[in-house]
């Protein structure tokens, strides 16, 4: 499924109660999103704290990973501290997975 970059930003406000996304921007709830597909699933950013779930999956963020992901985040990873019920609507994941991809 092709993604909108420009749809997906409206869709990314679900995640800004935890996320940030600009370069350099604060972790919070959340990691610090810049630049995170094509990067290591729970790998360094910028020191966050990230839960054994997820250190323990290995592999990376791409369109198939990051789909799984934001479809059901406690699926994806049993025990995840991603307190998010997940993104059912298969466009808006697409969509807010071309966003993060613009983001790098
Ligand atoms: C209620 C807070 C919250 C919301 C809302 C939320 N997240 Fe998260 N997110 C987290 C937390 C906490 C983690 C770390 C999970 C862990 O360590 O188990 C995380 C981790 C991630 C990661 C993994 C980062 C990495 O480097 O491995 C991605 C990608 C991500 N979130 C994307 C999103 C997107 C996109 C949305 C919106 C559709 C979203 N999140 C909504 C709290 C949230």
Avoid at 40 to 59: E, N, P, Q, T
Avoid at 77 to 96: E, N, Y
Wanted: aromatic share 8%; with cysteine; hydrophobic share 40%.
């Amino acid at each position: 499924m092709v993604g909108d970059a420009a749809k997906g930003e409206a869709v990314f406000a679900k995640c800004k109660a935890c996320h940030t996304i600009d370069q350099g921007g604060a972790n919070g709830i959340g990691p610090n999103l810049f630049g995170v597909h094509g990067e290591a699933v729970a790998g360094d950013r910028g020191g966050y704290a990230f839960s054994d779930a997820l250190k323990g999956k290995g592999g990376t963020w791409d369109d198939a990973t990051l789909d799984a992901w934001l479809k059901n985040p406690k699926a994806f990873a049993a025990g995840t501290k991603m307190t998010f019920a997940g993104i059912t609507d298969d466009q808006q994941r697409a969509d807010v997975i071309a966003y993060l991809k613009s983001k790098k």
